[in-house]
């Protein structure tokens, strides 16, 4: 039987820990060895639905040996993957972001534009006839709750809605609306968390022409827990800033309840391009974004198209 690992992007979200964990569960039956690996700790969010779903934590790996077959799930960019990816022989994309990869062979791959990854697993699964467990369904249903922020993000089609729906039928949840509280409560109680985890928990890089930017995501249902502690972040943006080499760096706040999105950043030049990218007011180095929720949709296009230029 071919051996498959199945490996989620640097920071695990409850998408694609949770997507990891149902494709490895979709690789078995269409014939595979599959195991499933994440590449740093959890958010709060998705340890709550681990553990109320009763399902194992997943072990840390951030590299495989030469030649291991791999599965990326809920992404596909270079940086955001496995530190010794070149090595390695990506067999699998399943995925529902912009493409930025190059194969050495043939591939089987996975994309569409729906609002999670999940989404396009379920998917996957009735096109092949294949059961899906009560257990199956709650982590799908989770993972589209959490991408989807209850629909609320831009990214949300109608196909998701439909999906999300007939999911919750076969699922253990009753409540949707209360179970998807639930766990962005979960995520958003931040206090005992270190500012450099705090940061690193939902971050992305791209790479627009030679420019670095990372644009990091906090959604919760209290944004106060990131207003209180903004000297003690932009500290760390500071040094992550200098670091990691970085031509821009922000840190979105994004209130679930109100569906606002005000923006951490860090200096001068950093606030002149979002002023110009954005056409937003900026004070105290807080940006007001508005209704951006999705980073992806909403953020990161109009920030590389301005890099690109
Ligand atoms: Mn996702």
């Known amino acids: 039987m071919k051996e498959i690992k199945v490996i989620w992007h640097k920071i695990p979200d409850t998408d694609c820990t949770l997507s ?3 494709a490895a569960d979709f690789l078995e039956k269409l014939g595979y060895k599959a ?42 960019e270079i940086f955001q993957t496995l530190d010794n990816i070149k090595e390695l022989n990506v067999e699998w994309i399943i995925d529902h972001h912009k493409i930025n990869f190059e194969s050495k062979s043939p591939i089987n791959m996975r994309v569409e534009t729906l609002c999670s990854t999940a989404s396009i697993l379920y998917k ?18 989770s993972c589209i709750l959490s991408d989807s922020l209850l629909f609320k993000s831009a990214t949300t089609t109608k196909e998701d809605i439909i999906l999300a729906k007939e999911l919750l ?39 627009s022409g030679s420019q670095k930017l990372w644009v990091w995501t906090l959604e919760t ?47 001068w030049k950093d606030s002149e391009i979002l002023e110009k990218v954005f056409n ?16 992806k949709k909403q953020i990161v296009p109009e920030l590389t198209e301005f890099f690109g230029k």
């Open 221 to 267: 249902t209290n944004p106060n827990y990131a207003f209180w502690r903004k000297q003690e972040i932009l500290e760390g943006l500071k040094k992550i800033k200098s670091e990691s080499n970085l031509d821009f760096i922000i840190l979105m706040v994004v209130d679930i309840i109100s569906e606002k999105n005000t923006t951490i950043v860090l200096d």
């Open 169 to 207: 039928e076969i699922s253990s949840i009753n409540d949707m609306e209360k179970y998807a509280l639930e766990m962005f409560n979960a995520k958003s109680d931040l206090w005992d968390i270190n500012v450099e985890d705090l940061i690193k928990y939902d971050y992305k890089e791209f790479e």
């Open 35 to 76: 195991t499933s690996f994440i590449q740093w700790k959890l958010n709060k969010e998705t340890e709550f639905i681990l553990k109320k779903l009763d399902l194992k934590i997943p072990e840390i790996k951030t590299s495989f040996p030469e030649w291991t077959n791999i599965c990326l799930v809920d992404h596909n």
């Open 280 to 295: 937003c007011k900026i004070e105290n180095n807080l940006a007001d974004l508005k209704n951006r929720l999705s980073r």
């Open 124 to 141: 996957m699964y009735k096109e092949n006839s294949f059961e899906i467990s009560t257990k199956i369904a709650d982590m799908l249903l």
């Open 20 to 22: 990891a964990i149902v």
